[in-house]
Every structure is written in structure tokens, then in C-alpha cells.
């Protein structure tokens, strides 16, 4: 059965653990290695990851690019704009094309339902690079950033302010695997998917919805935002405008635990959704989060093909 990353509450706690303590080892054998070079097993030699992009990406490419040459195998970059997919040709028939060329699909898109179409029709891995629902590959990269700074993930207490979007849908199904509690602070117009929260509940979750940005970070473990504006929404001075309250400051981390960390996914507008001094201050692990994509993606990729798990 060819096995797709497309959400992380597809995946139990078993295979999320299993993909975090092959990224955790991965990492660490490569302490010595340059960039470029092959990890010693190549374990994914003369395999070929095609990379879709509908939106625009620096650490998503970037790192999935990298991920494939690290394992021993290679890329290639489709542009939505430069494919017949661009001119009208369907997902179904994309899937089925690229799965007779490549042997794993990722693609970065705005509707997920374009993302399930495409694993319903490829015989090949689908992987989700990112949607308009969510963005399972960031989070598992948050989640080894947590693993590393904090030494667990069960029973620490995530706070996200800002916009219910895409990363806290994710953040909310992987806390409710993996044991993690998550505050949301937004506005009532920017909620979090109800159907995302109720099914996290189901699952045993701790998921807390407030409008109180000091509420939702009193004794957080990890505090979490994104972008206000994300890639094609439009509405940005109404918008804007609801979230200032939500904008993460020194006063705002001073209310979390003292060795709690700062996440960003990036890209970041410093006075926006977050002050320069706590983006860049001693308590942001962005940098560790962004460069935990690359790892967090070559053992997603390993888990596609049965390496792990």
C-alpha cells in the first residue's frame, strides 16, 4: 500500500514517533558532513522526488530538494506555470503521468482538495508540502525544534497567537497524538477549523480557544505564531487589524515559562505578528526550526518508502 504524508492526523503516534527519532539520529550523523554530501547509507539512491509548486517557497524547495540529494537520490522543480497543469490539464492526470517518471510526488498548492487528488491518483508517495488546511512538514520540524530544546513533547503546553490557518491545524492534530497542549489566542473571526478542534477533543486532546493572548501563554512550554498575511489573502488592513492584540512581545514571552521557546515558521514580519527583540532575541529557535525542515522531511521520506515505521 504506498504510503502518503498529506496529514498528520492521518499518521498515528507510533509512525510520528518513528519519523522523529530517525530525524533526531539522522541529524546527528551528519554532525561532520558538508551540505552536499550523501549520508553514509544513501538509502534512497536512484530514487527521484518531483517537487510541485503552486505558491511560492525558499525553505519548503530548499530543503526538500536538499533532503533527496542527501539520501543519495534527486529532484526535479515543476512550476504549476510552466506544466500543462498550468493550461487545464487535471491532478488526476498529473498523478498518473509523474508516477510513471518519479518515484514520490510533493506538491505545495492552495486548495487541499488538489492534494488529495493527487494521492487518489498517483501510484507513487504524495507528500504535502503545504495547503491552504494545513502544513504537516512544518510541524514535524517544530516538533524535533521541541524535542531538542525541551527534551519531551508529551505534556508540554503550546501557545499560538495570531491566525487560526493552515500550521495551527496542524500544530492542534499533532498535539492531539503526541500528547501536547495547545492554547489558541485569536480573534472570533480568524478561529481555528471547528472540525480540526472537535476531532483533536475526540482524541483525547487538550485544545484551549481564548481571546486573551496572556491567557493562552501563562506557563507555556513553546510559543508559536506565523505571518498575519498569508501567500494570496486578500483583506490585509481588516485583517491586520484584528490581530494586533495578538502580536508577540517580550510582555507576552515574560508570561510563559522562563525556559520556554519562541517558534516561527517563516517567513517573518518583525512589528508584526512578532517584535524584533523576541524573533531574535534568546529565547527564538527559529533558525534550529528552519534548519529541522531538512531533517524532519528526509525521515518523512524514508517513512514513505517503508525505510521506517
Known sequence: MTR???????LDGD?????????????AARTDKSKGAVDDDASLAGHAL??????????????F?????????SSMVLESGTMQLGRGETIADTARVLSRYVDAIMIRTDDHAKLTEMADHASVPV?????????????????????????????TKWAW??????????????GSILKFDVAVACPESLMPAPDVVTAARERGGTVEITRDPMAAVADADVVVTDTWISMG??????????????????????????????????????????????????????????????????AILRWCFGLIG
Open 4 to 10: 502518503h504524508f498529506l496529514d498528520i492526523a492521518e
Open 15 to 27: 509512525a510520528l514517533a518513528a519519523i522523529l527519532d530517525d530525524a533526531l539520529t539522522a541529524k
Open 50 to 63: 518531483a517537487m510541485i509548486f503552486e505558491k511560492n517557497s525558499t525553505r519548503t524547495r530548499t530543503s
Open 65 to 73: 530538494d536538499m533532503a533527496i540529494r542527501q539520501l543519495g537520490g
Open 127 to 155: 507528500i504535502n508540502g503545504l495547503t491552504d488546511r494545513s502544513h504537516p512538514c512544518q510541524i514535524m520540524a517544530d516538533m524535533l525544534t521541541v524535542l531538542e530544546k525541551l527534551n519531551r513533547l508529551a505534556g
Open 161 to 174: 497567537l495570531g491566525d487560526g490557518n493552515n500550521v495551527l491545524t496542524s500544530i492542534i492534530e499533532a
Open 233 to 298: 489573502q486578500q483583506g490585509g488592513d481588516a485583517k491586520l487589524a484584528a490581530l494586533e492584540p495578538y502580536q508577540v512581545t517580550e510582555r507576552v514571552m515574560a508570561a510563559a515559562k522562563p525556559d520556554a521557546i519562541f517558534l516561527h515558521c517563516l517567513p517573518a514580519h518583525r512589528g508584526e505578528e512578532v517584535t524584533a527583540d523576541v524573533i531574535d532575541g534568546p529565547q527564538s529557535a527559529i533558525w534550529d526550526e528552519a534548519e529541522n525542515r531538512l531533517h524532519a522531511q528526509k
